[in-house]
């Protein structure tokens, strides 16, 4: 049997009624939709309140004023969406957007693996939020909400800005604590257009923010859908009048509003239900879950978070990227009706659908009882999430689109599954592979007293173990090589380099095995032939980890070098009562041998300006060298009577004994 038989035979269950069913019961929806009611009708940018005692604060967001600034372009632009909803990187040409949404735009681990997409959202909504983020009363809101509760929402465009809201407010919260948990934020939109591109889904994925947002989506909505047609065939005009076509009528402006709202009532319902309809179709049928993070279509933008896909009949949460967009387009294709309602009604529904979805899960729950065999549990959830998000499997005329949404939830749920899986059998392969780490400790712990690890295996002392040792480097630096390939082709969790569990199991492999490399590399003199080992000779995989365990902040973090991190590390930490196990600068034999060879070089220079840079360099290091030892950041074989260190330092001693490095040494 294979691994996805295997998974779809263990899925007893499937959740995504049950959760659509339990925050359609809850007093999520109905206070959100009153907070996007009251922020669309006082049209300014927001409105807020508190709930449950003032320990909740629900935020509603208005899309007027977005749409109002979009309603002139539209008309001057025929109705085309190619710059009004344009994607526009984060941290691209503007610099404020870039430190608003920084740890988004630093959040791809491996620039390699992103093929080069910068995060990017919608120009529309970055231009407003940016202009309401500058205003006193926003600030002064955000200082308001610290340590509560937070809910974010918003009605069509009003979404995208809380979106953009909740993830300023994800970003300033982890920036000021990186490894504190993400404060309780959550964003609820309806019928919001899409906001980012793929690569800004991946960054949320990274950061574990996908469940702080929730998008609520009616059956035949155009709105959340059109964004998936190429931004030069978006006819703007729809977003920008369905969003004006919620402000009070009393209220409307005349000129280019009235223009937008008299193109959106004279557009062909059925013309825009076909292209819409063409391109969802185009990117469902191109978008292949073994391969997700491939943006293949006409459109930059796909979808992030949790959507709830609602109909009279009650809600299904989805929550894979994939399966968003199948039943996207399968709950768009199948009419429930011959009157499913215009355009305009699809919209402007959530109101009664929050009303009316309890009541529907109160009186229209049923079995189904006859004298067929009985259907796995695994089934009768599925048939019950395709009837909740309005596909009635029952229906002739719902056949292919239940079909087609029926294979994609069962397939979303075995994609989701998969990272965690392949997360599990890499941590078996993990332990199975402690032999050969306890083989190189042990190595160790041989040489510690005589000349350390790092120069016993650089000097190939006891052939025969140094073969055993050499042999297990090697059985490790595959291991990781291959863990980081997976991460990079996305069959990994996203948040995988943020996991305690590998980060550590990282660096102490790192720690550990790089002073073998090290070793190995000027055994055979690459840094003579190729250069300096930490500049041409070092591994991809180091560097990594290097940047994991920053990111951990476990080593000062801040700095972008390992000694600023390391010396950072010294001065914050608490102080050893004994040396460490490992030293914890992994390159810091190669530093060792590139002072080796500085101080070997300053013997016999000539030009006192070259000789007094060398002596500044050896310095610093015989400063860093010593902080390290000081501070017992380093092992015991650092200091062995034959380490490759103890050699130095007798050469940098009997260096500083001539007169005319001591007199420049005075002048440091």
Not at 193 to 202: H, K, Q
Not at 638 to 652: F, G, I
């Amino acid at each position: 049997m294979d691994d996805a038989a295997g998974e779809e035979e263990a899925s007893m269950f499937e959740t995504s009624h049950v959760l659509g069913a339990l925050l359609a019961s809850s007093p999520l929806l109905a206070r959100s939709w009153d907070r996007c009611t009251a922020a669309t009708a006082a049209a300014p940018g927001f409105v807020h309140g508190e709930e449950d005692g003032g320990s909740k604060v629900y935020v509603g967001f208005s899309g007027v004023q977005a749409a109002l600034s979009a309603a002139g372009a539209a008309v001057a632009g025929g109705g085309g969406g190619a710059d009004v909803f344009a994607p526009v990187g984060l941290g691209g040409g503007d610099a404020a957007a870039g430190r608003m949404f920084a740890p988004l735009v630093a959040a791809e681990p491996d620039p390699a693996a992103a093929a080069g997409e910068p995060v990017a959202v919608q120009a529309l909504a970055l231009q407003c939020f940016l202009k309401l983020c500058g205003s006193p009363d926003f600030q002064m809101l955000l200082n308001e909400i610290r340590g509560k509760a937070v809910v974010f929402t918003g009605h069509s465009l009003g979404g995208t800005i809380a979106a953009l809201a909740a993830l300023h407010f994800l970003c300033i919260s982890s920036s000021s604590s990186p490894w504190a948990p993400a404060p309780p934020v959550l964003c609820v939109t309806f019928g919001s257009p899409l906001l980012g591109n793929e690569a800004l889904s991946r960054a949320i994925l990274r950061e574990r923010w996908g469940g702080n947002f929730c998008h609520v989506v009616s059956q035949h909505d155009v709105v959340p859908r059109l964004l998936f047609c190429p931004p030069d065939t978006v006819p703007a005009h729809i977003i920008v009048g369905m969003q004006l076509h919620q402000w009070p009528a009393r209220t409307r402006q005349t000129g280019a509003v009235t223009t937008v709202t008299m193109r959106m009532a004279d557009t062909d319902k059925d013309a825009l239900r076909q292209l819409i309809q063409r391109h969802v179709g185009t990117v469902a049928m191109e978008q292949k879950l073994a391969a997700p993070d491939e943006t293949t279509g006409g459109s930059p933008y796909r979808p992030f978070g949790t959507y709830v896909l609602c109909s009279p009949e009650g809600a299904a949460c989805v929550d894979n990227a994939t399966a968003v967009v199948q039943m996207l387009y399968a709950t768009f294709a199948s009419r429930s009706s011959p009157s499913a309602g215009s355009p305009e009604a699809a919209h402007s529904c959530y109101g009664e659908l929050v009303l009316k979805m309890p009541q529907h899960l109160l009186l229209k729950r049923r079995l189904c009882v006859d004298d067929a065999p009985a259907t796995p549990n695994y089934d009768d959830g599925v048939s019950l999430a395709l009837e909740a998000s309005g596909i009635d499997a029952m229906v002739r005329a719902h056949a292919m689109e239940a079909s087609t949404a029926r294979q994609w939830l069962k397939t979303s749920k075995r994609a989701g599954r998969r990272p965690s899986l392949n997360s599990a059998r890499l941590a078996t392969q993990l332990g199975r592979i402690t032999p050969c780490r306890a083989q190189i400790e042990w190595y160790k712990a041989l040489f510690d007293a005589e000349m350390g690890y790092y120069d016993a295996f650089k000097q190939r002392r006891s052939p025969r173990k140094y073969s055993k040792v050499n042999l297990n480097r090697i059985k490790l630096g595959q291991f990781w090589d291959r863990v980081l390939t997976m991460l990079d082709a996305g069959q990994l969790p996203h948040d995988f380099h943020r996991r305690a569990k590998w980060v550590n199991a990282a660096r102490f492999y790192q720690l550990l095995v790089e002073p073998l490399d090290i070793a190995d590399y000027h055994h055979h003199g690459h840094h003579r032939t190729s250069g300096s080992y930490m500049t041409h000779g070092r591994e991809r995989r180091y560097e990594l980890f290097d940047r994991w365990w920053q990111e951990k902040a476990c080593t000062g973090g801040a700095g972008g070098d390992v000694t600023s991190s390391m010396l950072a590390a010294s001065a914050s930490s608490r102080r050893r009562s004994k040396y460490a196990g490992l030293t914890q600068d992994p390159c810091f034999w190669a530093r060792v041998e590139e002072a080796r060879e500085q101080t070997e070089s300053a013997r016999g220079e000539r030009d006192v300006a070259e000789l007094a840079m060398k002596l500044e360099e050896l310095q610093e290091f015989e400063r860093y060298s010593r902080e390290l030892v000081a501070s017992k950041e380093v092992s015991v074989d650092v200091l062995a009577p034959q380490s490759s260190y103890t050699l130095w330092v007798e050469e940098w001693n009997q260096l500083k004994l001539r007169d005319e490095v001591r007199t420049m040494l005075l002048r440091f």
